[in-house]
């Protein structure tokens, strides 16, 4: 079996021009010759920044992608991660933030799966859903508890395409992980 990689990186706020310029140098590196990786690197920044302009300070966009025999397959993904104080006399709740017993919209139960991160314990649910906006989509929600700050990070992605849906799961599972290793005082200060 070929081996998934995944790059996420956390889009900053509106304005960032040290930022594009590294986006459309990534995006070149990896889209090489053929592909105008500059124009296409300066839209997809626009579009990241414009996303984040007013977003509340506990929300951050996570944009990625990934990497089948390291080469981009799937590109760009979009999680969107909300920071919030962890609810310790109610720890289930978390389980109906991410729609582990189905959300309306979902056609069909959803998988629930748990993980193990350096910094807490989350879970991942992924369903199949239909909405008039979207249509026929995969959806992804994750919940993680970072036990030593006392904070929850809920994750919350949709995908359409086939091969997409095959893959996400793992793709979310690497933000969690990501997230659980990120520096205290990045934590906090999205509270």
Do not use: C
Not at 28 to 37: H, Q, Y
């Amino acid at each position: 079996m070929t081996d998934i990689s995944w790059y996420w990186d956390f889009v900053p706020p509106a304005g960032s021009d040290d930022w594009t310029a590294s986006l459309v140098k990534l995006l070149d590196e990896w889209l090489g010759a053929g592909v105008d990786a500059p124009e296409m690197g300066a839209a997809l920044a626009r579009d990241l920044l414009a996303r984040t302009d007013g977003m509340p300070a506990n929300f951050r966009l996570i944009w990625g992608g990934g990497f089948l025999a390291d080469r981009p397959r799937w590109l760009p993904l979009l999680i969107l991660a909300e920071f919030r104080p962890a609810r310790p006399e109610d720890p289930a709740y978390l389980m109906a933030e991410v729609g582990a017993e189905g959300l309306a919209d979902d056609v069909r139960e959803p998988a629930v799966d748990y993980v193990t991160t350096e910094r807490g314990d989350g879970v991942r649910v992924f369903a199949l859903a239909s909405s008039d906006g979207e249509g026929l989509h995969g959806r992804v929600n994750a919940a993680l508890r970072l036990d030593d700050q006392a904070v929850d990070v809920l994750l919350t992605t949709r995908v359409k395409a086939l091969d997409q849906l095959a893959v996400i799961g793992s793709g979310v599972e690497a933000v969690l992980h990501m997230i659980a290793a990120q520096p205290l005082e990045f934590v906090n200060a999205r509270l």
